[in-house]
């Protein structure tokens, strides 16, 4: 079945970074797309990457655009998220999604002096 397992959050001061990892098996990583997505309290989940690996094509929503990266390594079928500049308003749950509409259990991210 399949699996995903977020890793690397944690609390982090404003102007740091971090970085978030997920960990996929049971379906095929090099041909699925990888999303990540966050939740802050009270608000939507709402898209911030995606990778499609047929093309390695990336998409970001505007609030990060320049600050935030994703990669993967299909070696090792996981896909991450590099975070930089944080801002507090970067607070939230962050999930990842593969294209079949799995989802991990997600990694707390926190931004606070």
């Known amino acids: 079945q399949v699996q995903l397992v977020e890793s690397g959050g944690g609390l982090v001061q404003p102007g740091g970074s971090l970085r978030l990892s997920c960990a996929a098996s049971g379906f095929t990583f090099s041909r699925s797309a990888m999303s990540w997505y966050r939740q802050a309290p009270g608000k939507e989940r709402e898209l911030v990457a995606v990778i499609a690996h047929i093309d390695s094509s990336t998409y970001y929503a505007d609030s990060v655009k320049g600050r935030f990266t994703i990669s993967s390594d299909n070696a090792k079928n996981t896909v991450y998220l590099q975070m930089n500049s944080l801002k507090p308003e970067d607070t939230a749950v962050y999930y990842c999604?593969?294209?079949?509409?799995?989802w991990g259990q997600g990694t707390q991210v926190t931004v606070s002096s």
């Open positions: 999604q593969e294209a079949g509409g799995h």
